[in-house]
């Protein structure tokens, strides 16, 4: 791969001193592939975390006990009216401080690092967003269809399973989609806390390189693509789940 | 189909205007709030009440701190202040300009039309902290005019890093109120020989501002939240000071989450407020249909 870009972006430095430096020098291609590799992670991760936590808490808030209402309702409203990148360090420096670490050696190593506090605080700020999501999904089936389950003798899990689950997923399948985007792009605020993803990674081969203007670019191709990709599968996605002869 | 309630439609609805706006409907109660302070309180007293003998309590550290950490030291204005400032003034910048480039989404010259597109586009999915970054290292830290040489203050560069991303959602919020009129609008001024200007001006516009409101303070919360971010790149803004006054006092494991916390409460009390205030203009201008 890098071999068949390298003399092109080479003779571009060049002759024109955009010095595209990740492109042609093995070091710098390996750190780049390596934080691509980690912002995907943080996404994949991150976005599984926010889809437990939208599941549990879209369940949770029909529990019968108020406190469990209550502590659902707080944790949506401080997580949405509170800035994500003070969230996580919050979470990183206060709550990382209180969790045991294990001794590796001669220094103390966190069992959760600042790779997972990236991932459980992302993913507790995008499943503020996901808890109501699901849950005005699951509303949005209709009780006749619930007892029609009942008449068939389906049980309470398995009707949930097999036929609310499914109707309140294709409703709110496009609410959903626009947060994973939101996440997408707040994955970035990890650098916040020194997690080698993109961003991070970019500045240092540009601290490195002094080639600020050309990561730029690189960045801004990225996440632009990135986004476009996943906005693309999801909308066909999205026609695919629809539900005919509806909306 | 009647088999989905209409709620269904409901939820497809909102979230056709939430993509297009690119923000998201709040619903919240008052009493969260003060459940939420309530429990910052608790969590400070039981911290104060468990300092040993001989050192300065959390409470007391976070009172002699409060200040530095809200608007910085004497006569500086800096602090939480200065997120309030650049939040202000990105908004304002964005506003101006996405309100522009709006209207050019809805041009009748396709190159203007497709152009303007680009830039929302651009703007509207590209991370805010790539942009913050960009703005923050490649703009010049002056301006010479040739005659008077104006600096740049990071504060300043971090205003228009912010102001894109506004001014790109803010163009959206633009183009789909004037899209979102039926244009049994447009036609009956036509018949009315208005020419396009004043059509838009006239008739387009004004119904479109009851429209525009309730995602645009939503976008100016948006906004408040994400001013933190400059202390990146060592704005003197609250998290940077916050951090400097825990460094001042040690950086003692005990003071540090009542400090994050405080920070945490004074960006929820700002914005709050102001969320509670978007949801009920929303209902007040509610279309009846």
Redesign the interface.
């Known amino acids: 791969m890098l071999d068949a870009i390298a003399p092109f972006f080479e003779k571009l430095y060049d002759d024109t001193g955009w010095n595209f430096i990740v492109f042609y020098e093995q070091y710098e291609y390996d750190r780049l592939i390596e934080g691509i590799g980690v912002t995907i992670q943080l996404i994949i991760a991150s976005l599984v975390f926010s889809l437990v936590v939208g599941i549990v808490g879209a369940w949770a808030q029909g529990a019968k006990s108020a406190i469990v209402r ?1 502590v659902i ?2 944790y949506i ?2 997580f ?8 996580i ?2 979470f990183y ?2 709550l990382g ?1 209180l969790t045991p670490s294990y001794d590796a050696g001669g220094y103390q190593v966190a069992w959760i690092g600042n790779f997972g506090w990236a991932v459980i605080s992302l993913g507790f700020f995008a499943g503020a ?1 996901n808890v ?1 999501i699901f849950r ?2 699951i ?4 009780n006749t ?1 619930r007892e029609a389950a009942d008449a068939l003798g389906y049980t309470r899990l398995k009707s949930y399973i097999h036929i609310v689950f499914p ?1 309140a997923f294709r ?2 399948l ?2 959903l989609n ?1 947060n994973l ?1 939101n996440l997408l ?5 990890a ?2 806390i020194a997690v080698p993803e993109m ?1 991070y990674t970019a ?1 240092q081969i540009w601290s490195d390189n002094v080639n ?2 050309e990561m ?1 670019i690189l ?2 191709f990225f ?2 693509g990135l ?2 990709v996943l906005v693309y599968g999801m909308h066909k996605w999205e026609r695919q789940m629809k ?1 005919p ?3 | ?1 009647p ?3 209409p ?6 609805q ?3 205007i ?2 297009r706006e ?1 923000t ?1 409907r ?4 008052p009493r ?2 003060i ?2 302070i309530g ?1 910052f309180v608790i969590v400070c007293g039981t911290a104060q009440a468990a300092t040993p003998a001989g050192l300065i309590g959390p409470v007391d550290a976070l009172f002699k701190w409060m200040g530095f950490i809200l608007w910085g030291p004497e006569g500086a204005l800096t602090g939480f202040a200065l997120n309030l400032i650049i939040s202000l003034l990105a908004m304002l910048i964005g506003t101006v300009a996405g309100a522009a480039l709006g209207l050019m989404q809805v041009s009748l010259l396709l190159p203007v039309r497709q152009g303007s597109w680009l830039v929302t586009q ?1 703007f509207r ?6 942009l913050l ?2 703005i923050m ?2 703009f010049p830290f002056e301006i010479d005019l040739g005659f008077v040489v104006i600096p740049v203050p990071d504060w300043m560069k971090a205003v228009v890093g912010f102001s894109l991303p506004v001014m790109a959602n803010i163009s959206e919020v633009v183009r789909g109120a004037v899209q979102s009129l039926p244009s049994g609008q447009w036609e009956s001024a036509e018949s009315l020989a208005f020419t396009r200007r004043q059509t838009l001006w006239m008739i387009i516009l004004p119904q479109c501002i009851k429209r525009m409101i309730p995602p645009w303070i939503n976008w100016y ?1 948006i906004l408040a ?5 400059c ?2 790149m060592g704005v003197e803004e609250s ?1 940077t000071y916050t951090a400097q006054a825990l460094n001042a006092e040690g950086d003692r ?1 005990e003071l ?2 009542i400090f ?2 405080f ?2 409460v004074i ?2 009390v700002y ?2 407020p102001i ?1 509670r205030w978007s949801i009920r203009i929303e209902k007040r201008f509610a279309v009846k249909t």
């Open positions: 209550y309702a707080g409203q401080v949405r009216n509170t800035p994500p990148f003070v969230q360090l919050f420096f206060v401080n967003f109501e005005s999904g509303e949005a089936v209709p269809t109707l409703v709110c496009p609410a626009n985007v792009k707040t994955t970035t605020l650098y916040g961003m500045n600020v203007s730029m960045l801004f996440y632009i986004v476009s539900i002869g509806y909306g | 189909m088999v989905l309630l709620m269904a439609e409901q939820v497809r909102a979230a056709l939430e993509r690119g998201y709040l619903n919240m109660q969260h709030a459940w939420v429990l651009f999915n590209s991370p805010w902290l790539v970054f960009t290292l490649l919360c939240m994400a001013t933190p971010l202390s990146i998290v494991p540090i989450p994050y916390s920070l945490l960006h929820f914005t709050y969320a």
